[in-house]
């Protein structure tokens, strides 16, 4: 999703920097990388309570009729 | 203190006849190891690995150090002078809802109607997965239309598998996966090439969803292969295989005719839907007589290494006699700690015919040998 | 959701996006139950009074297009989101002020405020009197008393100061050990843009010295305690559910566990804590008037346990999944047996 970094937030007034918690002087965050992700699909209204639900992967193959494992390996 | 070197509660150790696993079940890794390691790993779990070393004889020290390194290496390992306060895994595997998955066959010459009513009694029983296999070449438009059916439905994965068609290209194929994605998988069978095409997808399978060509065909006799590369070495799997068959499992396979099973390969039917619910027909006696039948009662299997990360097939069995037999598509021979083809085995010609499978059994022999 | 009349409901308070903080599968368990419960996504909207008898012990609450009864109520889970009665859809600062002054209408809103309050609190006070997980009303503690109150109670802790310039961390440094700083109340989150902050604890030494003004604004700095790990422990109805945290491995995660790379994840694994240090966490708990919470602690290079800190409504998830607890379950089963009065 995204790569987390600890960031030197540049304050340049020292005013700023007087009036922050030491915390704030080394920051982490993350970019998102995929944006779009957060509104359309990914996620969708739940029809039995009322809430959202998210897209998630089987933690098994259904079938075995293809070894898709294979042809993925094989890209790499 | 004396200090003890334990793996780590979600590296899994697992002895099979000849060799050993480790399944570290956070990295989704297999590791191969022999048997003396697995048995070393036993007695430092309950033992000081001081005390473990001085039974050692002196000449094996190099050994030793050489498999303590490996652990370390790989990070299965940790030092404590406390192994009481790092339980294992508590083995349980449990889901609110009685079917998780689910293969669907769809004719859409016969209309959708059919495929409309499984869909909506699987959406109600709250099934989480599905595999839907389109038998009828359809066009990119038509697919594009039944892509977004499905995905209205409260299914939180799906696999699609159509019928290639030379209109079906990366640029066709992509915009629905980038539309839908909770389809996790778009398969082209039949097509001229084995070829994947992945695109990022943040929250799905190894972050990604993928658009396959694949050469074979969709038909239920392709299923039950065993290999290698099907192995999974999640807490999830290892948890389901320990407990329950890891594939039949919470299962429920609706064919083209609304045929009713626990698995599309297998014969016996629970009734059609157009006449009893997926709901009724799950309750019949019998359809989750397989369900129990863990990889620890399956012959052979049982002294395989890889019984918890392997899939299972009580569909396709060495011995259609024996429902325990060992899946017949598998290669492994545990007691040799080889692999070799399944299909030349002449222990199984018996059961390859008795299912029907000569001819795949041929195809298969003529790829493998190109 | 609600068919006529519906006895021993639950009633859940969590946020329309809860999804991913394991509401969702709660849920599932609750429909697998046959546990009634109304969400309250908390984000969106509210509950409304429609009528009280302080007399006969009566008061109906309105949730969407459904009323129901206080008293058919059984079992309350706090989760997230502000807890307050619906106001009415108007403005009572102009009506007022059409009828009286612009002055009047000013001090009106300030009182139908206070009305509005006293009303919410003391019906969220009756609805928290039933069997309830966690409490709106005591969602976040105050960092520094718990620390102190822990010291009391015989927890270890790490050395605390609150410190406003850099002639005191210089004094600091004469001392052996490495020093941390973090926020008081709670690090800052929050997205901006593409950008996802999220105030983490950080060493002192990693501060970049030109930064550092002669005077700041007061700030915890902590002694960095060396460990061998972390501990995560969730204590749901005095059960501790407790998962040591490895992650000294990878220099990235080493100030803090949540600063984790995708490729090699850190190690969650099941714990079991000291009897006597679970009974110290619990009466700390007791003494905050909580009865759920989620512990940080840090078991030292010394073999000692430190005591960092406890969020009230803390995830429970993260501890869930990688220990195979099934604290989704657990949680739900104990909603639903408090169904059956």
């Keep these: 999703m995204a790569e987390g970094k600890y960031s030197t937030v540049e304050y340049s007034e020292s005013d700023t920097l007087a009036s922050l918690p030491l915390y704030y002087l080394r920051l982490y965050y993350m970019d998102i990388l995929f944006q779009e992700d957060k509104d359309n699909q990914l996620y969708s209204e739940c029809k039995f309570n009322r809430g959202i639900t998210y897209a998630t992967p089987c933690h098994k193959h259904i079938s075995t009729r293809f070894n898709l494992t294979k042809c993925l390996k094989s890209k790499e | 203190m004396s200090k003890y070197c334990i793996l780590f509660a979600d590296c899994i150790p697992v ?96 209309g959708e109607a059919l495929m409309e009513t499984t869909l ?6 709250r099934c989480k997965h599905l595999q839907i296999i389109l038998e009828q070449a359809l066009s990119i438009v038509e697919l594009e239309a039944i892509a977004a059916k499905i995905t209205d439905y409260q299914f939180r994965s799906v696999e699609l598998d159509v019928p290639y068609h030379e209109s079906f290209t990366d640029e066709s194929c992509m915009p629905i996966l980038k539309n839908n994605r909770k389809i996790q998988n778009l398969v082209l069978y039949n097509a001229k090439e084995d070829r994947c095409v992945t695109q990022a997808n943040f929250r799905t399978l190894e972050g990604m969803s993928n658009l396959f060509y694949i050469t074979s065909g969709a038909q239920d006799l392709n299923c039950g292969q065993i290999h290698r590369n099907l192995f999974l070495s999640s807490m999830e799997f290892v948890m389901e295989s320990k407990l329950k068959n890891n594939c039949l ?6 064919d083209s005719q609304g045929v009713i099973r626990n698995c599309p390969s297998m014969s016996e039917s629970f009734g059609n839907i157009t006449e009893t619910s997926i709901s009724e027909a799950i309750e019949k006696p019998g359809f989750k007589k397989l369900w129990d039948i863990t990889k620890d009662k399956v012959n052979v299997c049982k002294d395989c290494e890889f019984r918890y990360v392997c899939t299972d097939c009580r569909a396709y069995v060495e011995d259609p006699a024996d429902i325990h037999s060992k899946p017949l598509k598998c290669g492994y021979d545990p007691y ?35 | 959701m609600f068919g006529e009349k519906t006895s021993n409901v639950i009633i859940i308070f969590c946020q329309y996006t809860s999804a991913t903080d394991g509401i969702e599968q709660v849920l599932h368990w609750l429909d697998h139950l046959q546990a009634p419960y109304l969400r309250v996504n908390c984000d969106k909207e509210r509950l409304s009074l429609e009528y009280l008898d302080l007399a006969n012990d009566q008061i109906v609450l309105r949730h969407n297009e459904s009323t129901f009864d206080l008293a058919d109520v059984s079992a309350v889970w706090y989760w997230r989101g502000g807890v307050s009665l619906a106001v009415p859809q108007y403005d009572p600062s102009s009506i007022v002020q059409e009828i009286f002054s612009e002055d009047f209408g000013r001090e009106a809103v300030k009182n139908i405020g206070m009305e509005q309050r006293t009303i919410a609190s003391y019906v969220f006070g009756k609805l928290f009197k039933k069997p309830h997980i966690n409490d709106p009303y005591r969602t976040s503690v105050n960092k520094l008393q718990v620390l102190e109150i822990a010291q009391e109670i015989g927890l270890k802790v790490p050395k605390t100061y609150l410190l406003s310039s850099s002639k005191q961390i210089a004094e600091l440094a004469g001392e052996s050990s490495d020093y941390i700083t973090k926020a008081a109340h709670e690090g800052i989150m929050t997205t901006i843009g593409r950008r996802f902050y ?24 902590q002694q960095c305690i060396e460990k061998q790990y972390e501990i995560r422990s969730y204590c ?7 998962m040591a945290i490895f992650s000294q491995n990878d220099d990235t995660t ?32 007791k003494r905050l008037g909580l009865n759920c919470g989620s512990f940080d602690l840090i078991y030292s290079a010394e073999d000692e346990y430190q005591f960092l800190e406890v969020n009230p409504v803390g995830q429970w998830m993260m501890t869930s999944v990688p220990c195979n607890y099934y604290l989704e379950k657990r949680t739900a089963l104990w909603l639903k047996e408090n169904t059956v009065q």
């Design chain 2, 120 to 125: 909506e009694q699987l959406e109600q029983l």
């Design chain 3, 254 to 285: 080493k100030t803090d566990f949540r600063a984790f790379t995708q490729d090699c994840p850190n190690r969650y694994v099941p714990y079991k804590l000291p009897k006597e240090i679970e009974e110290k966490l619990l009466r700390l708990i």
């Design chain 2, 15 to 110: 002895r099979g006849s000849r060799k050993s696993v480790i399944s570290d079940l956070t990295r989704s890794k297999t590791y191969m190891i022999p048997n003396s390691l697995y048995d070393l790993i036993i007695q430092l779990s309950e033992n000081p690995i001081d005390k473990v070393k001085g039974t050692i004889p002196e000449s094996q020290y190099p050994v030793f150090e050489q498999y303590i390194k490996f652990l370390e290496d790989r990070e299965l390992v940790f030092y404590t002078s406390h192994p009481e306060r790092f339980p294992a895994l508590k083995e349980q595997y449990e889901e609110p809802f009685e079917i998780s998955n689910a293969i669907v066959r769809v004719d859409t010459s016969q």
């Design chain 3, 198 to 221: 999220n105030g983490l604890t950080a060493n002192l030494a990693d501060i970049e010295s030109t930064l550092l003004n002669e005077k700041f604004h007061p700030s915890l700095v």
């Design chain 2, 336 to 370: 040799k700690g080889e692999w070799s083809d399944w299909t030349s085995n002449p222990l199984k010609q018996k059961a390859i015919e008795f299912y029907g499978m000569q001819e795949l059994v041929q195809v298969q022999e003529t790829s493998t040998s190109q």
């Design chain 3, 236 to 242: 749901f109805m005095d059960e501790f559910y407790s």
């Design chain 2, 249 to 254: 499992n919470r299962k429920v396979s609706v």
